[in-house]
């Protein structure tokens, strides 16, 4: 693991029996993205969280897909989550809370994080499909969970309406990369940390 934090980025790598992830995140980047995941609707979430949270991302996995996609996706939100955590440090200076609705076509989701170091899912969905490409519909849940337990963030996710599970997904990871901006970005107004205890 590494960190600069003046740059306020963070390199993770895990390796596991599953999974073989190594992951770049600058949270203070333009939106570019390289991504290889093994599966194709994984890497395109990715990089439309990357492009609409102005991330710079590049991930890496070998997972085992011949067993399914589970493993690969939930350790990739744990990575990113860590890598999330990492680049923040002591979050002196952030906004803390960001929150978003963002509609794509019949779809709005709402989004909501507090950077708080208590970590916490709400999650509202149900998917019509069991999947869209290689990706498991069950796995949105896990990856958003898995995120919000290893970066130590309560995560709110939940669909206002929809009705096609390619766009309730993407709209969750855009809302997500919306939101997550807003919390990260810095306000020269807090000199400490948005708290009243004095640390989070």
């Not at 600069?4 to 073989?20: G, Y």
């Not at 990739?76 to 002591?90: F, P, Q, T």
């Not at 803390?96 to 950077?115: K, S, V, W």
Request: aromatic share 10%.
């Amino acid at each position: 693991m590494a960190n600069n934090q003046s740059a306020r980025t963070a390199t993770i790598n895990r390796k596991t029996s599953e999974t073989d992830i190594s992951l770049y995140l600058n949270l203070d980047g333009k939106g570019n993205a390289d991504v290889d995941t093994g599966i194709g609707f994984f890497d395109h979430m990715l990089k439309s969280f990357a492009k609409h949270g102005l991330f710079d991302l590049k991930v890496r996995v070998q997972g085992d897909l011949i067993v399914d996609c589970h493993h690969t996706i939930e350790d990739v939100g744990i990575v990113l989550g860590e890598a999330i955590k990492k680049a923040l440090g002591d979050k002196v200076g952030i906004k803390r809370y960001g929150n978003f609705f963002l509609p794509m076509d019949e779809t709005l989701i709402l989004c909501a994080i507090d950077l708080s170091n208590r970590p916490y899912l709400v999650f509202e969905s149900e998917f019509k499909s069991d999947s869209v490409g290689y990706f498991d519909t069950q796995m949105v849940k896990e990856f958003f969970y898995a995120i919000s337990y290893s970066a130590s963030m309560n995560l709110h996710l939940k669909k206002m309406w929809g009705e096609n599970d390619h766009h309730i997904i993407e709209a969750m990871f855009k809302a997500f990369a919306k939101a997550l901006d807003e919390a990260v970005s810095k306000d020269s107004r807090i000199t400490n940390v948005l708290s009243t205890k004095g640390s989070l």
